[in-house]
């Protein structure tokens, strides 16, 4: 690239007062059109493929261009060889997006080989089908939440630190000869192409046969260029960190099917968050993208093809073919290369948060650097009472609406697998609280007691996950989700209890009266335990005969919806479509817990006969057909009116009560 003796200088200045490795600005370079591409084309891609950091190459060799028709992606076959891409193991999972030039023209991205063929055969994704990533439409990270705005502060001190800089290299070169000019401009040009002044060491043979063409100095600078070949299957494949088996199985039922996982270290996993706001990425060096970001991260690592400014364009591929995201960017480290039978797989760690990945297309993956995506800190402490141990987590996640549920209740499902080496027979107590504009008062907070003889783990996140999703679907709007803050105790021990008997001290009673019921329960392999329980008759209720449930929170008062689900027949459901979500919430925040006493009116007594059960679903289904032919607005309930609230009493026990028992008491007028 040409240079006149006024913009050396200028870049001179520049690249000299920022004191970084590689420029912080970089423009494309020039593009190869996909029209122009021709078969025996012969090229060069770029990849990192160990700790080094340095940008190796190989040769490629132009099979021909291929299209399948409208909107298919066009694409373009090649293939390498040599003595260094053999010793590697060929193109493998972990180089997509490396960058493929040809006669200092960029072709395209390495996206993809061939799944159990040959790994010296790949396809490359034109440069022209992944440059429109950046223009397309972006309308997440649309979220409310008031935050500082650190990175336009650091911005604004980097800026000043670099105007004074400027000024006192300026009086510096104001100082030299133009001898001193002209040799200082050829040491940075040569900088910027990736010359060393020290005499160049012997090339691989590869690498000779290819001609060894180097990008433009904009095209592929130079100390950190890398490359990743695109995934031969087409399975996702995500690195994580601070997942043990456990918590990787259960990752593994809850994402997409045929999604891969490597466990492995991050440079953010046991250390605080670290965000890098003035990284600068080139062509070839590798890149991360994140869902989940701290003690426990997952993402996926490639290569970038191309900057323009602070847009980048990478992978060749998509990573997950989400369209519009709102995920982290990461630098990343290369560990090494494993060479499989037919396909092997480039090893990397996701690093520092270095900006925000918006787009994630068939084509690629693209994003901005120094600008961040919305996301929601979570901090959970889990101890175990049989181990006597404890541990706090922390974690980033990333505000994708279709993912926060589920990873929300991942990670802190493989913090309690974490701490306590076993979950099965195992007791847990779960507090989470949710900083929410979706529930009045701004906070959701929930408490219950679980046990399970399988995996008490995966049933104590059940509530959160049902929050967390109860919130992300908001219909009226965007939810703002603030914060997610997790208590859990873990017991080895089964902490259940049966309920035996509920006797009153009076058996007639008015309107009003409180009755107190002394309730028998029996511990799991312990002595039975007399509970005093009160309960207040209700003011409106009818003289005659009140039948009461004495039960565990957790039980459900068999009603006529049930039975009409036990007939087989369809369950009117009008309310429910009805309900916004802070209704929702509400009733989950209300919800009896397992480890409470209920007493409660309750249905008639259970049918003595089958006569009797037909007779009732017949009275359910009327009401339901009823129900049906009302409009909206005139609309019936089978429940009763779904605003007036339950007539209990509760008592909280040390146990999760496994049954109900009934009671009755006459009412006099």
């Known amino acids: 690239m040409r240079y006149s003796l006024k913009r050396l200088a200028a870049a001179s200045l520049f690249a000299l007062a920022i004191n970084f490795h590689a420029p912080a600005i970089h423009a494309m370079p020039p593009i190869l059109p996909y029209s122009e591409v021709t078969a025996g084309m012969q090229g060069t891609a770029y990849t990192v493929l160990d700790t080094s950091g340095e940008i190796r190459t190989f040769p ?11 909107g298919s992606q066009r694409m373009i ?14 193109v493998m999972q972990g180089m997509s997006g490396s960058p493929v030039y040809v006669d200092g023209r960029l072709v395209g991205a390495l996206a993809a080989g061939l799944k159990d063929l040959s790994p010296y055969t790949f396809f490359i994704t034109p440069i022209e089908d992944m440059t429109p990533l950046w223009t397309m439409p972006d309308k997440k990270n649309q979220t409310t939440i008031n935050t500082v705005d650190v990175v336009k502060a650091v911005e604004e001190r980097k800026k000043a630190k670099e105007k004074e800089q400027l000024r006192e290299r300026e009086k510096a070169v104001a100082k030299m000869t133009r001898a001193e ?15 060393k002044k020290e005499p160049a060491e012997e090339k691989p043979a590869d690498e000779a046969a290819a001609g060894d063409k180097t990008p433009s100095d904009a095209d592929v600078p130079p100390e950190k260029k890398e490359t990743d070949t695109a995934e031969p299957e087409e399975k996702a494949y995500f690195f994580t960190s601070g997942f043990n088996t456990a918590g990787l199985r259960y990752l593994q039922d809850k994402l997409p099917a045929d999604t891969s996982f490597l466990p492995l270290a991050a440079s953010g996993a046991n250390t605080k968050i670290h965000t890098r706001y003035d990284a600068a990425l080139t062509a070839g060096q590798p890149v991360g993208v994140a869902l989940v970001y701290g003690d426990f991260s997952i993402g996926a690592t490639g290569t970038v093809t191309a900057v323009d400014g602070k847009k980048i364009v990478a992978f060749g591929h998509s990573f997950m073919h989400k369209g519009n995201v709102n995920y982290f960017m990461t630098d990343a480290d290369v560990i090494g ?8 797989v480039k090893i990397a760690n996701i690093g520092s948060i270095i900006g925000r990945v918006n787009q994630d297309r068939e084509t690629g993956v693209a994003g901005i650097l120094g600008t961040f995506p919305t996301s929601v800190p979570v901090r959970i402490h889990v101890r175990d009472k049989a181990l006597n141990t404890e541990e706090t987590f922390g974690a980033q996640i990333a505000y994708d609406e279709d993912f926060l549920p589920i990873l929300s209740g991942s990670i802190t499902y493989a913090a309690m697998s974490r701490v306590s080496d076993a979950l099965g027979s195992s007791t847990a ?19 219950n007691m679980y046990y399970s003889t399988a995996d008490v783990g995966q049933v104590a996140v059940a509530e959160l996950l049902q929050a967390m999703n109860t919130i992300v679907t908001n219909a009226e709007e965007e939810s703002d989700i603030v914060d997610v803050d997790v ?10 209890a049966l309920l035996v008997s509920a006797t009153p001290d009076k058996t007639t009673v008015k309107p009003g009266d409180t009755v107190t ?26 003289p005659g005969t009140l039948n009461l449930d004495i039960r565990g929170g957790g039980f459900v008062p068999v009603n006529p919806m049930m039975l009409l689900a036990q007939a087989g027949l369809e369950i009117p459901d009008d309310e429910e479509h009805f309900k916004t979500t802070e209704d929702k919430l509400r009733e989950l925040a209300e919800k ?50 779904p605003k007036k609230k339950e007539e209990k009493e509760k008592f909280f026990a040390p146990y999760v009560i496994e049954n109900v028992i009934h009671a009755t008491l006459k009412v006099e007028g």
């Open 60 to 70: 490629v060799e132009i099979l021909g261009a291929m299209e399948g028709g409208k």
């Open 77 to 90: 076959m090649a293939r390498t060889s040599g003595d260094f891409i053999e010793h590697v193991g060929g």
């Open 181 to 195: 000019r002209e040799a200082e401009w050829r040491d940075m040009i040569a900088a910027l192409k990736g010359e």
């Open 337 to 344: 290369t494993i060479a499989g039978q037919s396909n092997g």
């Open 429 to 447: 107590r779960i507090r989470f609280a949710i900083r929410t504009n979706a529930y009045e008062g701004g906070v959701f907070e929930r408490r």
């Open 487 to 496: 208590d859990v105790e873990l017991d080895g021990e089964r902490q259940t």
């Open 517 to 542: 019921f002394q309730t028998k329960i029996h511990p799991y392999r312990k002595a039975e335990e007399t509970l005093s329980i009160p309960y207040r008759v209700p003011k409106t209720q009818p």
């Open 592 to 641: 009896g817990q397992n480890n409470e006493i209920i007493i409660a009116p309750g249905a008639a007594p259970a049918p003595t006969s089958d006569k009797e059960m037909k007779k009732r679903m017949r009275e359910a289904a009327k009401a339901s057909e009823r129900a049906a032919k009302q409009a909206p607005e005139k609309r019936v309930t089978l429940l009763g009116d």
